[in-house]
C-alpha cells in the first residue's frame, strides 16, 4: 500500500525554563515538546503520525491544512 504524504503547520513556542512546546493548530489537541528546537519537530512528527494513525483506525477523515496569519496590534 503506497504511503501518501499530509503537511501541517506547527506552532512552536519557546519555553521560560528551555525547551519548546509544539502544538498543532489543524489537530486539536496534537501537542508535544522537546529540549531543542530539532528534538521538538522530531516529537511533533511523531505526534503527528500517531494522531493520524488514531484517526484512520476511528474511520474519521484526515483534516486538511489551516489557514494562519500574522495579526500585530499596538499595546
Known sequence: MATKSHEFE????PEVEG???VSV???????TQGETREEAVAMV???IEVYIES???HGDSIPG????????VAV
Open 19 to 21: 525547551g519548546f512546546s
Open 10 to 13: 506547527v506552532v512552536l513556542q
Open 65 to 72: 491544512p489551516v489557514e494562519i496569519e500574522r495579526v500585530t
Open 45 to 47: 512528527r511523531e505526534a
Open 25 to 31: 493548530p489543524a489537530l486539536p489537541g496534537c501537542h
Open 55 to 57: 484517526l484512520v483506525a
